[in-house]
């Protein structure tokens, strides 16, 4: 398996609801991120786990809420999200950040998240 | 401060035609650099990454330190190529990527 996958594609969700977006890598990778994307903009990174322990929180507002539960899954937790928190929301999985060169980032699909 | 820049919003030539999409950085210490395409609704994807040299779907891109910069080449554009092109460097804190603005690409027939 040499993919990035996530779920659901497409999320619809009220201010007042909870929800989670789900991540999931199999290729052994041991550093996985977590990005904002709004339409036509470069994605922005929000949190990166590096051996299931949070190493990079950009000031991210605390309505997301990361959790690693193993090396090979990624959650997002939402809760009382603002209209402008709607964009894709992209998973990302590496080796290792402490690789060096080798490095290199694989994006999942994204969750069209919508809050209304 | 680390940054990338691609001057360029949107690019647009003719089918056939020799592109190059512009990608300038700014960084203290030996770049990683990479060049990732977003095609109309699919994933974001690693086109080139500068330490491997390669070409991928006739693209290439240089590395020039005294430039600073790593754009990105193909002689002869095809329509499949119109996409969003992002360059991106790693920096030096724990795998962060640093993306540039963007360029739209669009092949015209």
């Known amino acids: 398996d040499t993919e990035v996958t996530q779920t659901p594609k497409h999320l619809v969700m009220g201010m007042t609801n909870k929800k989670s977006l789900k991540c999931e890598q199999h290729?052994?990778?041991?550093?996985m991120y977590w990005y904002k994307q709004k339409a036509k903009k470069p994605p922005e990174l929000m949190f990166v786990y590096s051996y299931e322990k949070l190493s990079i929180n950009e000031s991210v507002p605390s309505r997301f809420s990361p959790e690693c539960p193993n090396s090979s899954l990624l959650n997002l937790h939402l809760h009382a999200l603002q209209p402008e928190d709607s964009a894709l929301y992209l998973c990302?999985?590496?080796?290792?950040?402490?690789?060096?060169?080798?490095?290199?980032?694989?994006f999942g699909p994204g969750t069209r998240l919508t809050v209304l | 401060a680390q940054r990338v820049t691609q001057p360029e919003k949107l690019l647009s030539v003719f089918k056939g035609a020799p592109v190059e999409l512009k990608c300038n950085y700014s960084y203290s210490g030996s770049p990683e650099l990479f060049w990732y395409v977003q095609y109309s609704r699919q994933r974001l994807q690693l086109l080139l990454r500068?330490?491997s040299r390669e070409s991928i779907k006739g693209f290439t891109a240089d590395l020039n330190k005294g430039e600073t910069s790593f754009h990105l080449k193909k002689p002869f554009a095809q329509e499949e190529d119109s996409a969003m092109y992002y360059c991106a460097l790693r920096g030096n804190q724990g795998g962060k990527l640093i993306f540039g603005q963007g360029t739209e690409l669009s092949v015209k027939p």
């Open positions: 500068h330490i």
């Open positions: 990302a999985s590496s080796q290792d950040p402490a690789s060096g060169l080798t490095d290199t980032q694989y």
């Open positions: 290729m052994g990778h041991r550093a």
